[in-house]
């Protein structure tokens, strides 16, 4: 498997664990080798965006605004 372009360096993986990655746009692109380290066929890259979470306590980051009922007036 290649981050952004560079070998992850994992003998026979069939699953990689990325941690630490910094903000923006990375690619993922797989590569099977044949035993004598030749490469046999390499996947179409995935992009995908790591974003910064937000700090700031939103109502609509805490799911649906849900409000208790009302009382009716005079009831």
Known sequence: TYLD????????AYEDNLSNLDRGV??????I???QG???IRS?????HIRQPS?????RNRGP???????????
């Open 33 to 35: 080798l044949v035993a």
């Open 5 to 12: 372009g560079k070998l992850i360096p994992n003998e026979n």
């Open 65 to 75: 605004a849900v409000r208790p009922p009302q009382p009716k007036p005079g009831g």
């Open 55 to 59: 700090t700031v306590d939103n109502a």
């Open 44 to 48: 179409e890259p995935v992009v995908f």
């Open 26 to 31: 990375h690619s993922l692109t797989s590569v």
């Open 38 to 40: 030749n490469e046999k």
